[in-house]
């Protein structure tokens, strides 16, 4: 939660700017606030999060969990376009995150050399394809 202090992004719909470590830190002693963090909006990871808290919403209300967001990497626009495909019950909000800020200060795994630009995005996406990575 500490870690997540200093991040504030938009909430997809409305724009309101949630700051994810008062988020976490004002859930009551009986309720529990759900944090994912996805790709990009058109990733299918992403895709599948938003289908699985879609389809297990009445499971998980059931154990406590009134809030779910979901960090997008990605512009407003795209998580919208998202949101209107997939139509998230209430309680589950996306938050847009392009810079992927959100991910990066919470310790998620950005992937093989993310910051080498000498190599091209399609090769690394080529060795992430076919199972090579971070150790």
């Known amino acids: ?8 992004l938009p909430r997809v719909g409305d724009g309101e700017q949630i700051a994810l470590g008062s988020a976490l830190a004002q859930t009551a002693a009986s309720e ?7 790709c990009h909006a058109g990733d299918f990871n992403t895709v599948e999060y938003v289908q699985r808290c879609r389809a297990f ?7 406590g969990v009134t809030r ?13 376009k998202l ?11 996306l938050l847009s995150d392009p810079a992927g800020e959100a991910g ?3 310790g998620v795994s950005r992937g ?13 996406l080529f060795v992430v394809g076919i199972g090579l990575g971070p150790p």
């Open 83 to 93: 949101a209107e495909l997939l139509d998230p019950p209430d309680g589950v909000e």
């Open 57 to 63: 919403w009445p499971q998980l209300t059931s154990k």
């Open 32 to 38: 529990k606030t759900l944090i994912i963090f996805g």
């Open 1 to 8: 939660m500490a870690s997540l202090a200093s991040v504030v």
């Open 112 to 124: 093989w050399r993310p910051d080498d630009a000498r190599v091209p995005p399609a090769l690394k």
């Open 68 to 80: 779910c967001l979901i960090v997008v990497n990605g512009q407003a626009s795209s998580c919208e």
């Open 104 to 106: 990066r200060v919470f």
